[in-house]
């Protein structure tokens, strides 16, 4: 049971060509975090590994985690239980809903437990998960996303990842590390594994009152002496939400967590045909078009090396694909 835990798959370092790359002298490279595995895919593989870890360490015979009707999270973990053999439970935001997500979820099967809006605000009680924890004592609670120092743990190995395909690409060293952030999980573990070397930036997803910058200090914390600060990348904007000596935070919410417009939905397919690469407009696509505009405002010096990850998420995009198909 848990051999999720074994040695994460490589995900391939490739250069990106846009036009706007070109035209500013930037260099791009997108790590491929969502070819690691067809279902337990993108940055959740590395999140989940010291979850599981601590879940067989405890004697549980599966996980219980949370999420909503998209949730990649869930997805992940569900696809891990049903190949590996241990029990999974999502306790579901909102009510019951049909989504590509959810029957994956079933045909995995995961238990659902749907607890509507408000039952799923009470996740940050500090009781929420007793009543979990008495009903349930055989399975081991794993926070939503991953999220935590284990998941930033795990996510500390992607920057190795990154930095054993340099070759590949003639690169001597990258300046900056640019990727979506939904809960800031990915983000710390990276600026963990740097540890001052290089910055990283992170495109929130999300708005700012999600907390994001409040789990990213929760779990840099203890570790606060050890992250000497990086000398800063030539990145300006006063649309920095949140700047340290080893990562800033820039909003690419476009005005809420999940929200797109014909702009985003424009850009994602535009890049997508061009550089065959598949995004989604949650995260990846939010992420990339921000990057774009500090790119074309002259924000990145000429020269500057980054390198971009895609962190998975594309079976969330269904939904969207659907929604499309129907118009």
């Excluded at 869930?74 to 049909?98: P, S, W």
């Excluded at 930095?163 to 990258?174: H, N, T, V």
């Excluded at 820039?250 to 014909?262: E, I, M």
Aim: hydrophobic share 45%; with cysteine; proline share 4%.
């Amino acid at each position: 049971m848990f051999a999720v835990t074994s040695p994460m798959p490589p995900a391939p370092l490739q250069r990106l060509h846009f036009d706007w790359l070109q035209s500013a002298g930037v260099q791009l490279a997108i790590l491929r975090l969502d070819l690691v595995d067809p279902l337990i895919s993108g940055n959740k593989w590395f999140k989940l590994k010291h979850h599981l870890e601590a879940a067989e360490r405890a004697g549980a015979r599966g996980v219980i985690s949370l999420g909503g009707a998209h949730s990649n999270h869930l997805h992940a973990l569900a696809a891990a239980g049903k190949r590996f053999g241990f029990a999974t439970l999502g306790l579901m935001r909102g009510h019951a809903v049909e989504t590509p997500t959810v029957l994956d979820l079933q045909a995995f099967g995961m238990e659902l437990h749907w607890l509507g809006y408000a039952g799923y605000r009470a996740r940050h009680a500090a009781d929420f998960w007793d009543l979990w924890r008495e009903r349930y004592p055989h399975l081991f609670p794993v926070p939503e996303g991953g999220g935590g120092l284990d998941g930033a743990l795990g996510c500390a190995d992607i920057v190795h990842q990154a930095r054993s395909q340099l070759g590949q690409l003639d690169w001597q060293d990258y300046d900056a590390c640019w990727l979506a952030c939904g809960t800031g999980t990915t983000l710390a573990g990276l600026v963990l594994a740097e540890a001052g070397q290089h910055e990283v930036i992170g495109a929130m997803a999300v708005p700012a009152h999600h907390g994001v910058e409040r789990n990213i200090q929760a779990i840099l914390e203890p570790f606060a002496s050890k992250l000497a600060p990086t000398s800063a990348m030539s990145f300006r904007t006063d649309e920095v939400l949140s700047s340290t000596g080893n990562y800033r935070l820039v909003d690419a919410s476009r005005g809420g967590f999940a929200k797109t417009d014909s702009a985003l939905l424009d850009f994602m397919a535009h890049h997508e045909a061009e550089s065959a690469v598949p995004f989604e407009p949650l995260y990846t696509a939010k992420a990339l078009m921000v990057l774009r505009e500090a790119v074309e405002a002259g924000q990145i010096a000429e020269g500057t090396r980054l390198i971009f990850l895609h962190t998975g998420g594309l079976q969330g995009r269904r939904t969207f694909d659907l929604a499309s198909a129907r118009r």
